[in-house]
């Protein structure tokens, strides 16, 4: 039998993570504090999973300023979106071998 | 966690975030019954003005029309001003109730979606004013009001979008009856609100 778990993606097996992605994935871009109002974590626990996003190729990272305040703002790629849709596909076909 | 939920659980979440974090939600249905009292007092004072100008006879008549126009105007800022203040505190409210940050992407994107079509309206019944071509002027705020709905209900809870839609047929409806501009216009911007604010109240906020 196949293996029901094998086409979950393993970055995104954190509550995080799948929620900064579906965050970008509705929006064009999103900033870090948006961000983290949204998804209820700190500045260190966000900006390491952003980080592991990041080095996966799934979001990019622009820096800007506002004034002479930082403004990060994120927003998915290419990759990320696909990523991300291959995800949700396994989590549904989970489901419904489930039911 | 038991296995057999936690897609279920993971698929939620997802939906839930996207829902989030592109709409704004701490909308407040008391935000419309606060402008629906405000269009009622509004039409009942600019009815009142309406009725004592009619009794006047033709000559004074002529001497006041000036004076009605600005009062009427006054009022008309005055009702929308009012409307403005009530639905932001209540939405304000609701916000630190919720816990989510009134002024964002999300609000940013409503706000610009909803007065770029008011804003076009507002300019045509300003020139409206200025030719004194009154008799259109309540289906235009009622067809652009609607329009302005419609718009913006992509960007926040998703009912408005009937309110849009019942804004809309009246307006229309108005220009067929144009006599009864201050009565639709008391039914859309009064009784309408006040509804739809009750409805949202009942399946959004009620604890």
Known sequence: ?99 | MDTSSKPLDTLQDIKKMMERSSRFISLSGWSGVGAGVCALIGAWMAHEKLASFGGLDVESRYYSVNNLEYSLFLIALGVLAGALVLAFTFTYIRSKKTGVAIWGTSARRLLWNTFLPMAAGGVLILKMIDLNFYTLIAPTCLLFYGVALVNGSKYTLGEIRYLGYAQILLGMINCWLLHSGLILWTIGFGILHIVYGLVMWWKYERE
């Not at chain 1, 509550?15 to 579906?22: A, K, N, Q």
């Not at chain 1, 970008?24 to 626990?45: A, P, Q, R, S, Y």
């Not at chain 1, 990041?54 to 820096?63: D, F, L, R, T």
């Open chain 1, 1 to 99: 039998m196949k293996n029901p778990i094998e086409n979950l993606n393993k970055v995104f097996d954190s509550r995080v993570r799948l929620g900064i992605m579906s965050a970008l994935m509705v929006n064009e871009e999103v900033n870090f504090n948006e961000l983290k109002e949204l998804i209820g974590v700190t500045d260190g626990n966000l900006a390491s999973h952003m980080k592991t996003l990041e080095e996966n190729a799934y979001i990019k990272v622009q820096k800007g300023f506002i004034g002479r305040k930082t403004n990060t703002t994120y927003s998915i790629t290419k990759a990320g979106e696909k990523a991300f849709k291959q995800h949700l596909e396994a989590l549904e076909k989970m489901i419904r071998s489930l039911g």
